[in-house]
């Protein structure tokens, strides 16, 4: 697992500007989902493509994190990405960001029928979950995905976001829900990309102006306090 490097410095410059090192250290479950992200054969089966070895071992904490929401009235989303249809409408990313071989192997093991697009099964989704599927890194840009009609139609404003890439989908993902005014925080231990360098300076990027970053632990205290606030 990464092992998570925030500079001091910057927890000073959040600190000055939100009042508190953790922007969103008090979340209401029933206004909360978990946006797992690419937690896919694609991105996990050795010998694919787009695999990440490191996301293997983020499994048990996204786990955690989901069980933890669920017991407290909060909703999980497992979000997928798949090429359908995405051959001529991204043609930058497949024709000139890839080689022929890794463009035609992408677009089909990544569709929606491959065994690529199915999540890791070790991931305890369960039926009550939501599950949504997008077509571009980001799930939030125009386009991509139903996930903010989804989120919006169930009186959802707070997101944590875990799975993998942290620095792509991940990081994209929670720059756009931000955009569109979620309260959205990066989980960094529900988090996994290719490297500790990359993992890292995604997180101090986001931290430093788009939302917060907080630890599995972190992120089930937030919700207790944001649960004892509805409550009272």
């Known amino acids: 697992m990464?092992?998570?490097?925030?500079?001091?410095?910057?927890?000073?410059?959040?600190?000055?500007?939100?009042?508190?090192?953790?922007?969103?250290?008090?979340?209401?479950?029933?206004?909360?989902?978990?946006?797992v992200i690419d937690m896919q054969n694609y991105f996990m089966k050795p010998g694919f493509l787009g695999e990440v070895p490191m996301a293997r071992q983020?499994?048990?904490?996204?786990?955690?994190?989901?069980?933890?929401?669920?017991?407290?009235?909060?909703h999980v989303v497992w979000v997928k990405n798949?090429?359908?249809?995405?051959?001529?409408?991204?043609?930058?990313?497949h024709d000139c960001l890839m080689t022929p071989q890794n463009?035609?192997?992408?677009?089909a093991t990544m569709d929606l029928a491959h065994e690529g697009h199915a999540l890791w099964p070790e991931l305890d989704a369960r039926p009550e979950d939501?599950?949504?599927?997008?077509?571009?890194?980001?799930?939030f840009i125009e386009g991509s995905s139903e996930i903010v009609p989804y989120l919006r139609q169930r009186g959802i404003d707070t997101l944590l976001i875990g799975g993998t890439a942290t620095n792509i989908c991940c990081e994209s993902s929670a720059r756009d829900a931000m955009m569109l005014n979620f309260k959205v925080t990066m989980v960094a231990d529900a988090l996994a990309t290719y490297s500790d360098a990359?993992?890292?300076?995604?997180?101090?990027?986001?931290y430093s102006i788009f939302g917060d970053v907080q630890t599995v632990d972190e992120a089930i205290a937030?919700?207790?306090?944001?649960?004892?606030?509805?409550a009272a």
Not at 64 to 69: E, V
């Open 2 to 35: 990464h092992k998570l490097s925030i500079p001091a410095e910057l927890t000073e410059r959040v600190t000055k500007r939100a009042g508190r090192a953790h922007p969103f250290d008090t979340m209401e479950p029933a206004k909360t989902a978990l946006i």
């Open 58 to 74: 983020i499994v048990p904490h996204v786990n955690r994190l989901a069980a933890a929401l669920r017991v407290r009235g909060a």
């Open 82 to 93: 798949a090429t359908n249809d995405t051959r001529d409408s991204w043609s930058v990313m």
């Open 103 to 107: 463009r035609d192997l992408r677009y």
């Open 130 to 139: 939501g599950e949504i599927v997008k077509k571009r890194f980001s799930a």
């Open 198 to 206: 990359e993992h890292n300076a995604s997180l101090a990027t986001f």
């Open 222 to 230: 937030s919700l207790d306090r944001g649960a004892k606030m509805a």
